[in-house]
């Protein structure tokens, strides 16, 4: 339980709802500031503007997703209130105060730094990128059958990279029938793509491979889909480019060249925000058990 934690979850979507609800169900102590025009009123949990917060008494931060954009602003789907997290809000916090984030920034790096709080990136965890990975590939599945005029099944699918994303892209288009290739640098995800019964690559030989696919999906965050790779693909085929902004495809060269190319960011939040939610709200909240026990906190 975390009876007498005191959690302020400033900002955030639908997702953080379900983060909000698993903290009242472990009985923390729950300040919100930027939902005061959210219908949902939770009992257990008290509405403040950000000046009205006890952060002397707070032991851990909750942010939205992106944490804040560079000039320190939290998203706040829920209100119109301008919240702008500062290192001087940070300082009033309790010295162990964890600042919790989906990703961080330059800002947000800088700020709890000089404050001396602990930053948690929840995304770079492999736990909650493994889980992520389920309703982005069911939001890569949806974009494909709406822009597409042919079956996954029995069409022609390179997926580059074999990362946490691109093992459940090539997982799941596979079952659904596709012909699934991978493109991977290293030699051991070769040999994995091989172990699952699909056909790999190496990214060295991408031109050449790029000729005969209906879909492409990338997941690295790194240039690899450029116009000389684009320049050999059919030209009714697919590009979804799942890798963080800006992706990894030239995306001017694909418009030039007719191809359809989709940058695609935040599909869980997009597709299933409850789901992407609990993801969060399950780790989040064994994370603030765990650290509640090192301080000898309540904890049953
Ligand atoms: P990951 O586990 O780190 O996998 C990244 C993959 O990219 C690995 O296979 C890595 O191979 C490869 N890679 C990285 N840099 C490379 C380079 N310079 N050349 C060749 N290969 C390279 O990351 P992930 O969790 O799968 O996430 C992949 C991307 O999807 C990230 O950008 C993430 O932010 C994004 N994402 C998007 C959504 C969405 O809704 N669109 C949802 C979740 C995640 P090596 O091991 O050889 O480096």
């Known amino acids: 339980m975390l009876t007498d934690v005191h959690v302020a979850v400033i900002g955030g979507d639908a997702r953080q709802l379900e983060v909000i609800r698993k903290l009242i169900e472990f009985d923390a102590k729950v300040s ?88 948690v990136q929840l995304f770079e965890r492999d736990d909650i990128a493994i889980y992520n990975s389920i309703p982005t590939v069911e ?85 690899v889909l450029t116009a000389g790779a684009i320049s050999k693909m059919p030209s009714h085929s697919l590009i979804i480019d799942l890798a963080s902004k800006p992706g990894g495809t030239d995306f001017r060269y694909a418009e030039k060249r007719g191809i359809k190319a989709m940058l695609t960011p935040g599909l869980p939040g997009i597709v299933a925000p409850k789901t992407a939610g609990k993801i969060v709200a399950n780790v989040l909240s064994q994370l603030l058990m765990e650290d509640a026990q090192k301080r000898g906190e309540s904890t049953s």
């Open 139 to 223: 939001g890569a599945i949806m974009l494909v059958i709406q822009h597409t005029d042919f079956t996954i099944h029995n069409s022609n699918v390179a997926v580059l990279g074999l990362g946490r994303v691109g093992m459940s892209v090539a997982r799941s288009f596979g079952v659904l029938g596709a012909k699934v290739k991978v493109g991977a640098r290293r030699s051991e995800h070769l040999a994995r793509v091989s172990e699952m019964g699909l056909t790999p690559f190496h990214l060295s030989n991408l031109e050449t491979e790029m000729s005969n696919v209906d879909i492409c999906i990338n997941t690295i965050p790194y240039p």
């Open 32 to 119: 919100l500031v930027g939902f005061d025009q959210l219908d949902h009123g939770f009992t257990g949990a008290t509405k403040y503007q950000l000046h009205e917060v006890a952060f002397e008494d707070v032991d851990a931060i909750v942010l939205p997703v992106p944490g804040t954009n560079l000039e320190g602003q939290v998203e706040t789907i829920f209100s119109n209130e301008k919240v702008i997290l500062t290192e001087d809000i940070l300082k009033e916090t309790k010295e162990h105060c964890k600042i919790y984030s989906g990703i961080s920034n330059d800002y947000l790096n800088a700020i709890t730094k000089s404050a001396g709080r602990e930053l």
